[in-house]
């Protein structure tokens, strides 16, 4: 990762409250918004250990960032932080409304994107049509490959992920209020329910955001309370990050199947959740419902944003077989800010 970047100008401010300098980008229609500079040094020999750390003794800043009157409850960020491994161009701790995720495909898209154009990767040939962004996230080690034209970016980012690979298939749950519903449980970095929406009553398409967040968050609870969640590599990776409610389209077809995940504290996310493609790629082609590289559109219920992603070869995670996801969206610069 190259050296601290600079800020060239700082609103009046608190001497005893620093300064955040961050930029605002959003990917699908869902923010992220990276630290430039002000947050404190997070320690830790690993990245997995600095997560642990900015948990214990930084979370004021995540909060500072997330809420109001800064942020809002959908709020997303990313700290950037030095990674231990020697391929990483970057180490990244993500930040939600309720803590701190494992991995984030939205925010690696625009990562990427972020990470060219600020110099935290060398520069490019001038005629590159394309640039490689490795970003340590705390599942491990992710490669972005950034659209570029003359050294800078275009907009469309894609991602190859972490291994992908499903924990358990067709579990009956017990949900208030919906009684026994079958779901599966895939992990793309992180570790997602899912269930076909039509079977809580419910048109993942039409019905309002905050019956899906309800249905959502009674499967996430329920599956917490039934189901143990275990990670081969490790036991900071082993929750369950959240529900992905789908149009039950698991079959291949060239239309985009919808889906919406809540995740976090109740937090949608307004894009079709990278991390919840690639789990979703991994649970279609476990149920040999899709092909090595045959490309799925996925569109977000909530803004009508689409990524697109495949599974590009089969690995390993452990004991469990798993596959490599390539996601693909675009990424937008909104702002950038300097305040307490």
């Known amino acids: 990762m190259a050296g601290p970047l600079t800020v060239p100008w700082t609103p009046p401010h608190d001497p005893e409250t620093p300064a955040l300098s961050v930029v605002d980008m959003h ?22 250990a600095k997560r642990r750390y900015m948990r214990q003794h930084l979370d004021h800043v995540r909060r500072r960032l997330m809420f109001e009157p800064r942020g809002h409850r959908d709020m997303y960020g990313a700290v950037l932080v030095p990674s231990e491994l020697p391929d990483a161009h970057l180490g ?7 803590g701190y995720s494992s991995m984030c495909g939205h925010a690696v898209l625009a990562l990427g994107r972020f990470a060219l154009d600020f110099g935290l990767v060398p520069a490019p040939p001038s005629d590159a049509q394309e640039a490689l962004v490795n970003i340590h996230c705390p599942c491990g080690l992710v490669a972005a490959f950034v659209e570029c034209e003359g050294g800078r970016s275009r907009g469309p980012v894609r991602f190859h992920s972490v291994p992908a690979f499903v ?22 970095g992180a570790f997602y329910a899912f269930v076909s929406a039509e079977k809580l009553g419910l048109d993942v398409c039409s019905a309002k955001t905050r019956d899906l967040v309800a249905a959502a968050s009674a499967v996430t609870e329920a599956v917490k309370a039934q189901f143990k969640i275990n990670h081969p590599d490790s036991e900071d990776l082993a929750f369950l990050y959240g529900t992905i409610l789908t ?10 199947t919808t889906n919406i995940c809540v995740f976090a504290d109740e937090q949608v996310d307004r894009s079709p959740t990278g991390s919840g493609v690639t789990a979703r790629i991994a649970l279609q082609y476990h149920k040999g419902l899709l092909e090595l590289n045959q490309t799925r559109a996925f569109k977000s219920s909530a803004t009508g944003s689409v990524f697109t992603g495949k599974a590009v070869r089969e690995a390993k995670c452990g004991d469990f077989k798993a596959v490599i996801v390539e996601v693909a969206g675009q990424a937008h610069y909104t702002g950038y800010s300097t305040g307490q």
């Open 27 to 48: 990917t699908g229609g869902e923010p992220l918004r990276i630290v430039l500079a002000g947050c404190p040094e997070v320690v830790g020999p690993t990245l997995l």
């Open 92 to 98: 990244v701790l993500f930040l939600n409304n309720e």
């Open 167 to 188: 924990l358990a298939t067709d579990f009956l749950v017990d949900v208030p209020g919906h009684g026994k519903v079958v779901v599966d449980v895939a992990y793309g």
């Open 247 to 256: 149009d039950g389209k698991d079959t291949y077809n060239e239309e985009p």
